[in-house]
């Protein structure tokens, strides 16, 4: 079964500052993706980055990167430069390929970006 | 990426009545799915919505209570029905093919039941 572990509380950062969530997951399967979401006070969820297995290089898109190390099963995302509009909810998810191929999620960090 | 609408965007039922929420997905997808979000909580996948054929429901939900339709490939409703307050929940639509597919979310429906 699939499970995806995000244990920090509440972050607080300063604006500009970088911020890294992490993400661990367990799995059995070989070929898997790995998705950060981040929902803001709206309710709506907004798709960030995605990371597959067998991707040798990080995700990278924009001030988001993500931090993959497959021997650690980790998946940490880290946001560069944040920005007051960062303040959200940031959840990491999981899809195994050959599993029920269905996206499981963590519970989430909380994390307020202050001026 | 494709463009998802949900609605409504909120609203606030009754107990005991019912509330069909829609998805709309700008282009035709293979598969579209259900969450729930309860307050404070992680999402919890409800059920995939198949075309053509019945919805196929995760542990601890089923088709009585919520009860989901796909007639074709660009649109699905969820209906919660008979509700109670814990049924108060962000509902949230999303599309996607499976495997190494990005997956899209809607922007959700807020539900309070009183």
């Known amino acids: 079964a699939q499970k995806i572990t995000q244990t920090q509380p509440g972050m607080f950062v300063q604006e500009k500052e970088a911020v890294t969530l992490d993400c661990t997951y367990d799995t059995s399967d070989q070929s898997y993706g790995l998705f950060w979401y981040k929902q803001p006070s709206s309710g709506e969820m907004i798709f960030l980055i995605y990371?597959?297995?067998?991707?040798?290089q990080n995700a990278t898109e924009g001030r988001y990167s993500l931090n993959f190390q497959k021997a650690r099963k980790s998946a940490n995302l880290v946001i560069s430069a944040s920005q007051l509009g960062d303040s959200a909810m940031y959840f990491c998810a999981m899809r195994e390929v050959y599993g029920n191929n269905r996206l499981a999620f963590g519970k989430g960090n909380q994390v307020v970006v202050i001026p | 990426s494709a463009v998802i609408s949900q609605k409504p965007s909120r609203d606030i039922c009754q107990r005991g009545t019912s509330l069909t929420i829609q998805c709309q997905v700008d282009s035709q997808v293979t598969m579209m799915f259900w969450y729930r979000q309860q307050p404070g909580q992680s999402l919890t996948l409800i059920a995939t919505a198949n075309q053509g054929s019945e919805a196929t429901y995760e542990s601890g939900f089923v088709i009585d209570k919520f009860p989901i339709s796909r007639p074709n490939l660009t649109f699905s409703t969820l209906t919660v029905s008979n509700m109670s307050p814990e049924d108060s929940s962000i509902y949230l639509c999303s599309e996607g093919g499976g495997g190494t597919d990005t997956q899209y979310f809607g922007p959700g429906t807020r539900l309070t039941v009183l």
């Open positions: 990371q597959g297995s067998y991707d040798e």
